[in-house]
């Protein structure tokens, strides 16, 4: 076995650059999977063809956040990302709440995308003429492939979600350059960017699937510890992926709408927004291309999965070097130079959680899928709401640290954004989640979340004092 180390988290293997971390990010995001699925479902939900635009309001308000974000990054030495920032400005009880609630969306994350990724497998196979597997098959099998690549060093999962990410981007290009070389479905035009046409549309809905399309840019900041040179790559890979993914998602969807016609996209997107995209391949490339996009959209959420699985090793690795947690999970590997013990951990839970879904029989897409990532969706906005107000007042009380619109004015901008988004969420919340009951179950759920985090501060405090008050520097 391995042996480990209880050193600092520098020790971490520094491989990462600018570009394996903007890969892992971006990846997590499942750029194709949001071409082929939630684009659809803007055009569905909101009623309008601008579906451009909602990605262009998301990107502006998460710039903003970056701003804030990424000028804490340099005051905060340690990969904890929002409970490390949560815990600076607003102490370390809400720290610890946040950690517990980002843990949770995560988890909840990880196994509501790879419930998708069994059902995507499963209608993959039967899809080609094979047999009909039970989805739960592939699923596990997911999960262990993403516990063996997590336990090794990082870089061999930033090379994995590489090849994935180029994949993806070469059909969804190929998709896009075929479109507009045929000028479309009735010649190009703007209509899909023209801010009137949004008038009289479902603006709410549209922003939130938007929104949910970038969820991932923020584990920039998790991966500080294995990053060369972190004071610049955390910052330049950020800002990056956030530009990067509203190019790509805006062109996407301007391109897509020009392709059905901006007078058929609503109809045909509410028609089927299953095959909206493959419809839209196979018309204007090839069918061939459109057998390969099905394949790829199951590893486009597959590299989610490992993304969030990282991600949330990483977390556990920061509270366990932290003493909140056993500090078993803060140890090194010392022959990949990874938080494997984390890792394990994760995958292990994964695992348990996935079963627990199995065994309730619930539909992997529309139960699993829709209520984790409800759950996820909710929770993690709110995070950033919390992690923005923590930025201001932790720079209000070291202003000499940064110039007012990197240290205010930036991230009260972003914290108006995220709760209008907040709002927007909560307020169609049973569309999203399926029912009202379901919206009060996850409202409950996620709070729920946040409050043992708060109660595990509090009893942190009174049984060990010596590792709450080493909290005050981690």
Wanted: hydrophobic share 55%; with cysteine; proline share 4%.
């Amino acid at each position: 076995m391995p042996t480990t180390s209880e050193s600092p988290s520098t020790e971490l293997d520094r491989q990462l650059g600018v570009t394996s971390i903007v890969f892992m990010v971006v990846a997590a995001a499942a750029p194709l999977g949001v071409v082929a699925g939630s684009v659809p479902l803007i055009f569905a939900t909101s009623g309008t063809v601008t579906a451009p635009l909602y990605f262009a309001a998301a990107a502006i308000v998460l710039l903003l956040f970056a701003v804030g974000f990424t000028r804490m990054s340099r005051c905060v030495h340690n990969a904890g990302a929002f409970y490390s920032y949560i815990r600076a400005g607003l102490g370390r009880t809400a720290g610890l709440g946040g950690a517990t609630l980002a843990m949770t969306c995560y988890a909840v994350f990880l196994v509501g995308t790879n419930a998708y990724v069994g059902a995507a497998t499963t209608n993959l196979i039967a899809g080609f003429g094979g047999p009909q597997t039970p989805w739960w098959i592939w699923s596990l099998l997911s999960c262990a492939v993403c516990g063996w690549l997590g336990y090794r060093d990082i870089d061999l999962s930033a090379k994995v979600l590489g090849v994935a990410l180029i994949l993806e981007a070469l059909v969804i290009v190929a998709m896009n350059v075929a479109i507009v070389a045929h000028g479309g479905d009735a010649g190009l035009n703007t209509e899909p960017i023209n801010p009137t046409n949004t008038v009289g549309g479902a603006i709410g809905l549209g922003l939130v699937f938007a929104f949910g399309g970038y969820f991932g840019f923020e584990a920039t900041a998790v991966f500080r510890s294995e990053a060369r040179n972190p004071e610049k790559t955390i910052p330049r890979a950020t800002y990056i992926a956030v530009i990067a993914i509203a190019a790509f998602y805006g062109l996407s969807s301007w391109t897509m709408a020009l392709g059905w016609g901006t007078d058929k996209v609503v109809s045909a997107a509410e028609a089927d927004a299953e095959s909206f995209m493959l419809d839209l391949t196979g018309r204007y490339v090839s069918p061939i291309l459109a057998d390969i996009t099905q394949i790829l959209i199951v590893t486009s959420f597959f590299a989610c999965v490992l993304s969030f699985h990282n991600v949330a090793a990483r977390y556990l690795f920061t509270l366990g070097g932290a003493g909140a947690l056993p500090r078993i999970l803060g140890q090194i590997n010392t022959t990949h130079r990874a938080p494997s013990n984390a890792s394990l951990t994760v995958t292990t839970v994964f695992a348990a959680l996935t079963l627990i879904a199995i065994l309730t029989e619930l539909d992997p897409v529309a139960d699993i899928y829709t209520i984790c990532g409800g759950i996820g969706t909710l929770g993690l906005i709110l995070l950033m709401a919390v992690t923005s107000t923590a930025i201001i007042v932790f720079f209000r009380r070291a202003p000499h640290r940064g110039n007012i619109w990197t240290t205010l004015i930036a991230p009260l901008l972003a914290l108006v954004g995220l709760l209008v988004v907040a709002a927007s969420v909560l307020a169609n919340f049973p569309l999203i989640v399926g029912s009202a009951s379901a919206a009060i179950c996850v409202g409950i759920f996620v709070v729920l979340a946040f409050c043992v985090g708060v109660i595990q501060a509090i009893a942190l405090r009174h049984r060990k004092p010596a590792a709450w008050a080493a909290l005050a520097d981690c």
